[in-house]
């Protein structure tokens, strides 16, 4: 049964198997005259009406509605059914039923929330994401057993669970400062395809799922969605390049450009390990210790070079300004139009900085010293610094809501208020890295190196509506426009998208 299509009555039994004998009328203990009226009675009809009812009743009802209809159907029927799209109460009974009425939602503050985005917000992930998880939940069994003959076949031995947080943390951070300057392993394009993503092929499904051709010979470590509506993707992989998509192009995207200044054979001398943009601007940072800029408007035309100190670890984008994360355990700003770029050094930590967020008031940042930092970029002043007992590797600010994912498989809460930053509680997501984490007011994605990708409603505890399980670790995510992109251990970029 579709969550998003039953009858009043039938959702009501579906959440509360125990009340399921009685009608939802009854079960508000309504007067017989009221429930025993006609199924669609009009204005004219004798007996009781939906108008007649209290309004908190009609708004009881009316919570049970998908919020598509509260919003554009009920304003069409009469100027007081109009009404309930502007009560806050009936939103918030609806954001309960969708979220379970023991889950706390939002987790951060209530002022000023506008719960009715939230609900579209939710109902839309659900009707997209819901039956991905049943399609992949029927052809689990199947996948594995591909995935062995392949392997047998080709003799390859599974990865081990910490061999990526060796590979990504201990080993590239500690000698990051020289990795630019070394050789990497790439391995050959022309590589038999394997299986990567355990899906149905049933054109049903509201999403698309598509490889984007091959363009990578190394791993994927970063991936962007741009243009507002997840049109364009960029990538960044340890082939020292950064690649631009047009997802408009042909059934699976077409690689437009791999950046490059010139006299240049590669975008960076070292790994690229993060991408951050604003407006036509793009940034690529990269353990060469550079953030390269990119005018998206003239085609990926180079803008300028950031020289730092030391590996770019992290980046965020504001408007004309990038903030850089490194691994000498500073977070530096930088204006893009001036000539000397660096306007402040921050030194909030202990440790590398491994991810970050910011807003034009706010930064936040995670290290590997296992502290969260709340910077005030107003006033420049560190307001907090919040110790947890692992550390952050990804983060999301929305609204007043951060989520953020560690290196123990956690995915941490916190509510921001008041210029003030309160977790509110960790939850066992995945079995190993948290590598990516994007949240919206009724949404929350999140990825891993344990090969997962898994959809949730932003919720304490998150309500999991579809996890993807992939063959390789998964090191990155981005979500656009109802478009999702993830950056995979087997050099590919994979993207699901609303179907047209």
């Given at each position: 049964?579709?969550?998003?299509?039953?009858?009043?009555?039938?959702?009501?039994?579906?959440?509360?198997?125990?009340?399921a004998?009685?009608?939802?009328?009854q079960?508000?203990?309504?007067?017989?005259s009221?429930y025993?009226?006609?199924?669609?009675?009009?204005?004219?009809?004798?007996?009781?009406?939906?108008?007649?009812?209290?309004?908190?009743?009609?708004?009881q009802?009316a919570?049970h509605l998908?919020?598509?209809c509260?919003?554009?159907?009920l304003?069409q029927v009469?100027q007081?059914?109009?009404?309930?799209?502007?009560?806050?109460?009936?939103?918030?009974l609806?954001a309960?039923?969708?979220?379970?009425?023991r889950?706390l939602?939002?987790?951060?503050?209530?002022?000023?929330?506008?719960?009715?985005?939230a609900c579209l917000?939710?109902?839309?992930?659900?009707?997209?994401?819901?039956?991905?998880?049943n399609r992949?939940?029927?052809e689990?069994?199947?996948?594995?057993?591909?995935?062995?003959a392949a392997?047998?076949?080709?003799?390859?031995?599974?990865?081990?669970?910490?061999?990526?947080?060796e590979m990504?943390l201990?080993v590239?951070?500690?000698?990051?400062?020289e990795?630019?300057?070394?050789?990497?392993?790439?391995?050959?394009?022309n590589?038999p395809?394997?299986?990567?993503?355990?899906?149905s092929s049933?054109?049903?499904?509201p999403?698309?799922h598509?490889?984007?051709p091959?363009?990578?010979?190394?791993d994927?470590?970063?991936v962007?969605?741009?243009?507002g509506?997840?049109?364009?993707c960029a990538?960044?992989?340890?082939?020292?390049?950064?690649?631009?998509?047009?997802l408009?192009?042909?059934?699976?995207?077409t690689?437009?450009h791999?950046l490059?200044?010139?006299?240049?054979?590669?975008?960076?001398?070292?790994?690229?390990?993060?991408?951050?943009?604003?407006?036509?601007l793009l940034?690529?940072?990269s353990f060469?210790?550079?953030v390269?800029?990119w005018?998206?408007?003239a085609?990926?035309?180079?803008r300028?070079?950031?020289?730092?100190?030391?590996?770019?670890l992290?980046?965020s984008?504001?408007?004309?300004?990038?903030l850089?994360g490194?691994?000498?355990?500073k977070?530096?700003?930088?204006?893009t139009?001036?000539?000397?770029?660096l306007?402040?050094?921050?030194?909030?930590?202990?440790?590398a900085?491994?991810?970050?967020?910011?807003?034009?008031q706010y930064?936040i940042?995670g290290?590997k010293?296992?502290?969260?930092?709340?910077?005030?970029r107003r006033?420049?002043?560190?307001?907090q610094?919040?110790?947890l007992?692992?550390?952050?590797?990804?983060?999301?600010?929305?609204g007043?809501?951060?989520w953020?994912?560690?290196?123990?498989?956690?995915?941490?809460?916190?509510?921001m208020?008041?210029?003030?930053?309160?977790?509110?509680s960790?939850?066992?997501?995945h079995?190993?890295?948290?590598?990516?984490?994007?949240?919206?007011?009724?949404t929350?994605?999140?990825?891993?190196?344990?090969?997962?990708i898994?959809?949730?409603l932003?919720?304490?505890?998150?309500q999991?509506?579809?996890t993807l399980h992939?063959q390789?670790?998964?090191?990155?995510l981005?979500v656009?426009?109802?478009?999702?992109?993830?950056?995979?251990?087997?050099?590919?970029?994979?993207?699901?998208?609303?179907?047209i």
């Amino acid at each position: 049964m579709s969550r998003l299509n039953v009858t009043l009555e039938d959702e009501e039994k579906e959440r509360c198997p125990a009340a399921a004998p009685h009608s939802l009328p009854q079960r508000l203990d309504l007067d017989a005259s009221v429930y025993s009226m006609e199924t669609s009675p009009s204005p004219s009809s004798n007996g009781a009406n939906l108008l007649s009812l209290p309004w908190e009743i009609v708004t009881q009802i009316a919570s049970h509605l998908p919020a598509q209809c509260v919003i554009n159907v009920l304003p069409q029927v009469c100027q007081t059914l109009g009404k309930v799209a502007e009560d806050r109460v009936m939103w918030q009974l609806r954001a309960q039923n969708l979220s379970g009425p023991r889950a706390l939602f939002p987790v951060g503050s209530k002022e000023d929330f506008d719960w009715s985005k939230a609900c579209l917000e939710m109902e839309k992930l659900i009707g997209c994401w819901t039956g991905q998880e049943n399609r992949v939940d029927r052809e689990e069994a199947e996948g594995e057993r591909q995935e062995e003959a392949a392997g047998g076949a080709n003799g390859e031995v599974p990865l081990a669970e910490g061999n990526l947080e060796e590979m990504q943390l201990d080993v590239d951070l500690n000698g990051a400062a020289e990795v630019g300057d070394e050789n990497v392993q790439l391995q050959s394009q022309n590589a038999p395809d394997s299986p990567h993503l355990i899906e149905s092929s049933c054109t049903s499904s509201p999403l698309e799922h598509i490889i984007l051709p091959s363009g990578h010979i190394a791993d994927v470590n970063c991936v962007l969605l741009l243009g507002g509506t997840g049109a364009l993707c960029a990538s960044g992989s340890r082939d020292r390049n950064v690649n631009l998509w047009d997802l408009r192009e042909g059934s699976r995207g077409t690689l437009t450009h791999t950046l490059g200044g010139r006299g240049t054979i590669s975008t960076h001398r070292g790994w690229v390990w993060c991408l951050a943009s604003s407006g036509p601007l793009l940034a690529s940072g990269s353990f060469d210790s550079t953030v390269r800029l990119w005018d998206l408007e003239a085609g990926g035309a180079e803008r300028g070079l950031i020289q730092c100190k030391a590996a770019v670890l992290c980046m965020s984008c504001e408007r004309d300004m990038v903030l850089a994360g490194t691994h000498d355990q500073k977070l530096s700003i930088f204006d893009t139009r001036a000539a000397d770029p660096l306007v402040k050094s921050l030194r909030l930590h202990g440790d590398a900085v491994l991810c970050l967020v910011s807003d034009d008031q706010y930064i936040i940042s995670g290290s590997k010293d296992q502290t969260v930092a709340l910077f005030d970029r107003r006033v420049g002043k560190l307001l907090q610094k919040v110790q947890l007992s692992s550390y952050l590797l990804s983060v999301c600010y929305s609204g007043r809501e951060v989520w953020a994912g560690d290196n123990r498989g956690l995915v941490h809460s916190f509510s921001m208020h008041n210029s003030r930053l309160t977790p509110i509680s960790h939850f066992n997501i995945h079995r190993s890295l948290v590598t990516g984490v994007h949240s919206t007011l009724g949404t929350l994605y999140t990825c891993s190196s344990d090969r997962t990708i898994k959809v949730h409603l932003p919720c304490a505890p998150p309500q999991t509506l579809c996890t993807l399980h992939h063959q390789a670790g998964v090191n990155g995510l981005s979500v656009e426009g109802g478009t999702l992109a993830i950056a995979s251990g087997d050099m590919n970029v994979e993207v699901w998208r609303p179907r047209i």
